[in-house]
């Protein structure tokens, strides 16, 4: 019948989607209902048997938010634009590829992303869920069930996709925003909101344990593997948007604290502390209340993200249409998902103490210290993007807070995290002997001291104090990690894969620091006024002009610079940077020629044309510039395996309820320092 | 007291909350901008009017300037509506609009219906002259002399009063000056 209705009448087609959006909507406001009836029954009820709803509702409202997503998608490749939002953001000369990511190019069909992965995600926990019990499983889908009333009530009454344009249904739209057409702009916003909607996943597992009473060990295992899943979208959806930014934004900055920036940044930080944290749960039974709040505050930074970006509070590049009532509306949100959570954390918080104690010299300390480290530096973000919207409230004007600001801040913040990081592999649970733990780090900080103070004279050819601090403070995270793994070998001659993938990601945080320390001391950039055929010299790199191409590309034209780029007299490559005038928007745009290296990137944009033929160029040399990216991939592989671990897939375990069995378990060799002293410990 | 301890995140939360809802309703006033004593910023958009017609910074430079930033999704613009028609019959200013953020269909109907204020209005669809000026939100106002500099920047609804007090003096100290030829 449908298929009938769609060949002769097409233009019915985006209402299709617009019911199906209602009904994932009457599954979700089921799905929060339901389960929790049969939850909350007698064991004699026959409601009982409503839990079994949770997983069936589950699917039901993600088949039709995807039927949803997948024909607003169909209309833009049709180019429907009796669609508002198609003839706002398409246009008919758009390549296809561009058709299909310009659904999220906008804020409404941006929502209408948030919304499957939301759905995605609760019906991969409905899937892979056989190990846990079913009742709290239960619990956790009706969670999610809410979250997804208040998101998909958000999309269909404030910001639908599928308003119409009827009866004046324009012949052509009015294209794509220019600065999205790109690769990195087709896959940057699916991962950062499967990153986001993610924490979702461990809020509503934390959610669930406070309404069950039971924070325990098992409540841990469970959630850790979906929130690693979580915190690995968000690292690979900031790095990406920060290469998008490199490339397509034609600065050659790949940070700018820039409040969007921010937003991602801080649940990034409390998703890297709330993972940590989630370790020493299961493994010790310890920092139960803390764990619980890192996750409500997780996703709470998520939905704060999504408010700044679309209320309008802020200004920054990302912003979308400003609109007041769409604030209020992720407000209420934002005040309903904290209230609630937050309230019920007061009343259900663990009130037994911990029974599982340490000493000060232990491994517990060290994460701990690490998370408040973590916290205190999301809450410097926080300040930071806040601070001016702050100052405002109180009425004493306006400040802008700028990238100074977080560099000062962040930086020495940072710093104290990175040498602490490198303690916490080895040192041990509970309790520490202090000549142990002092023997073993002689080595690695005398090596790593020696390696950051030799390397900026041998690189640089001069001594550099911010250099030497950053190579020291990678070396360091580094070398502990391999010590640790090493000594983890020879102790037990296995590494389990999850100390693998521990290994793996602290290594890509060093990655980044020299990353971050090369390409902020070392880089060089000068805007010079080319002639035909003139050279100039940058860092020892030979850069000549050799003329301008015209070049028409599917929805708008260009002029692409020919520059040669020699290095000792021989020929490096051929840079191709462009000014695009795009047609439909009337907007330039610059597109970087970038010679990519390992250890160097040759980063040329095309300013204006001056007279008598010459241009404006600005070249970059960007040193080490793409290991900050490469950081983040070894992260996210770190992730990958530590999520591979045997006892995340393990079916219908027992329940594990307490400490001591998580104890016992520890010892068999997880990503721990076993120890043949622990034994006789535990 | 451990049990209060607990409420804790709570009352911070709630207390953030509140400043979020005072930021969405907030109108800041006066704001001293970076930009002050800096030259405009360079741009080049489409009119309003004319989609066609691009116009850039050089079209703003020769007179002393207002440029008010609006947009038909502002409640405040429309308060402010009548007071701009009257500023623009004051021959020693020119009066132009950026148009910020908005939807070109919307915005020209605006102009038809409450009468068109602005000698032009430029287009900012996607809020990047907006955001190079530091635009916090719709509508402000900003001074331009004859060089093309940024004299100031007034953030909030322009009535009698405010123009009064906020505008007058400037702009008799910039004819001045022009007269003088500095």
């Known amino acids: 019948m ?12 985006p209402e299709l989607g617009h019911i199906a959006l209602i009904i994932a909507l009457a599954f979700s406001i089921c799905l929060s209902v339901i389960p929790l009836v049969g939850v909350y029954c007698s064991e004699q009820s026959t409601l009982k048997r409503l839990i079994g709803y949770a997983k069936p509702l589950t699917f039901g409202m993600f088949i039709f938010t995807s039927i949803s997503l997948v024909i607003l998608a169909y209309s833009f490749v049709i180019d429907d634009f009796s669609i508002k939002y198609i003839a706002s953001h398409s246009n008919t000369h758009l390549p296809y590829y561009f058709k299909v990511s310009a659904v999220w190019g906008g804020h409404e069909g941006s929502l209408l992303l948030w919304v499957f992965a939301l759905t995605a995600w609760t019906a991969a926990v409905a899937s892979f869920s056989n190990g846990i019990e079913e009742e709290f499983i239960a619990r956790v889908l009706a969670v999610m069930g809410m979250i997804a009333i208040g998101f998909i009530a958000f999309t269909l009454l404030t910001s639908n996709p599928f308003e119409r344009l009827w009866p004046n249904v324009p012949m052509e739209g009015r294209d794509l925003n220019p600065l999205l057409q790109d690769v990195g702009l087709i896959i940057h916003p699916p991962l950062l909101y499967l990153g986001y909607v993610g924490f979702a996943v461990a809020f509503a597992f934390a959610v669930a344990a406070l309404m069950a009473g039971k924070m325990d060990a098992a409540w841990a295992r469970w959630s850790r593997p979906w929130t690693v899943g979580a915190w690995m979208f968000l690292t690979l959806g900031i790095a990406l948007g920060s290469w998008w930014a490199y490339y397509e934004l034609g600065w050659g900055g790949w940070w700018f604290w820039d409040p969007v920036e921010n937003a991602s940044f801080m649940p990034w930080l409390i998703g890297t502390a709330l993972i940590h944290s989630l370790a020493v749960t299961e493994k010790r039974g310890t920092f139960r209340n803390w764990t619980i709040l890192l996750a409500i505050f997780a996703f709470g930074l998520s939905l704060l993200g999504t408010f700044l970006v679309r209320s309008g509070v802020i200004t920054s590049v990302h912003s979308f249409a400003a609109d007041p009532s769409r604030g209020i509306f992720i407000l209420m949100l934002l005040a309903i998902a904290m209230g609630g959570s937050l309230t019920l954390y007061a009343f259900r918080a663990n009130t037994v103490a911990s ?27 926080l300040l930071g993007t806040l601070y001016p919207l702050l100052v405002d409230a109180m009425g004493y004007g306006k400040i802008s807070v700028g990238p100074p600001y977080f560099n000062a801040v962040f930086v020495p913040i940072m710093s104290i995290l990175f040498i602490i990081m490198g303690i916490g592999p080895l040192i041990r649970w509970k309790k520490a002997k202090q000549g142990e733990l002092r023997k073993k780090l002689i080595k690695p900080s005398v090596l790593s001291i020696a390696f950051g103070l030799l390397f900026p004279v041998i690189y640089g050819g001069e001594f550099n104090a911010l250099v030497s601090m950053g190579m020291i403070l990678a070396m360091w995270v580094f070398l502990v990690v391999i010590k640790e793994m090493v000594n983890q070998y020879k102790l037990t001659s296995k590494i389990t894969i999850s100390h693998l993938g521990m290994t793996i990601a602290h290594a890509g945080i060093a990655i980044t620091i020299v990353g971050v320390t090369l390409v902020s001391v070392y880089e060089s950039e000068t805007n010079i006024k080319m002639a035909l055929n003139e050279k100039v010299i940058i860092s020892g790199y030979e850069i000549e002009f050799s003329g301008i ?29 462009e000014r695009r005038a795009y047609r439909v928007q009337t907007m330039g745009m610059t597109e970087a020629g970038i010679d990519p290296g390992l250890f160097r990137d040759v980063y040329v944009a095309l300013g204006d044309p001056l007279p008598d033929g010459a241009w404006a160029v600005r070249v970059h040399y960007k040193p080490f510039v793409r290991w900050i990216w490469l950081g983040a991939i070894f992260m996210c592989l770190g992730g990958i395996f530590s999520m591979l671990d045997k006892r995340y897939r393990s079916k219908k375990t027992s329940k594990v309820s307490s400490a001591a069995v998580a104890d016992s378990q520890e010892n068999t060799g997880s990503n721990l320092t076993t120890h043949p002293a622990k034994v006789s410990e535990a | 007291m451990d049990k209060l301890i607990r409420f804790l995140p709570l009352i911070l939360v709630v207390a953030l909350g509140v400043v979020l809802y005072r930021g969405l309703s907030l109108n800041p006033q006066d704001m001293p901008s970076a930009l002050v004593g800096k030259a ?54 020119k009066l132009y609009g950026l148009n910020y953020k908005d939807e070109r269909d919307a915005a020209q109907k605006w102009l038809r219906f409450y009468e068109d204020p602005y000698v032009f209005s430029i287009f900012d669809e996607e809020g990047t002259l907006g955001l190079d000026l530091g635009v916090y939100g719709a509508p402000e106002t900003f001074v331009i002399d004859h060089h093309g500099i940024i004299r100031k920047r007034f953030a909030g609804a322009i009535d009698t009063k405010v123009w009064q007090r906020e505008f007058e003096p400037l702009i008799a100290q910039l004819t001045k000056e022009k007269k003088q030829g500095k």
Request: aromatic share 10%.
């Open chain 1, 2 to 13: 449908i298929p009938d209705l769609v060949t002769k009448m097409p233009e019915l087609v």
């Open chain 1, 549 to 577: 191409k015209y070049v028409e590309g599917p929805n708008y034209s260009a002029e692409q610079g020919q520059i040669n780029v020699y290095k000792d007299g021989d020929f490096v490559a051929l840079l191709k940077p």
């Open chain 2, 40 to 93: 405009m910023p360079s741009f080049s958009l489409a009119s309003l009017n004319d989609s066609k017609k691009t116009v850039t910074q050089a079209d703003l430079i020769g007179d002393i300037v207002l440029v008010n930033v609006w947009a038909t999704w502002c409640p405040t613009c429309k308060y402010e509506h009548p007071y701009l028609v009257d500023i623009a019959k004051d021959p020693q200013v």
């Open chain 1, 355 to 381: 029974f599982s104690r340490f000493a000060f010299y232990s491994r517990e300390t060290a994460l701990l210290l690490c998370n408040v480290i973590l916290v205190v530096a999301t809450v410097t973000v």
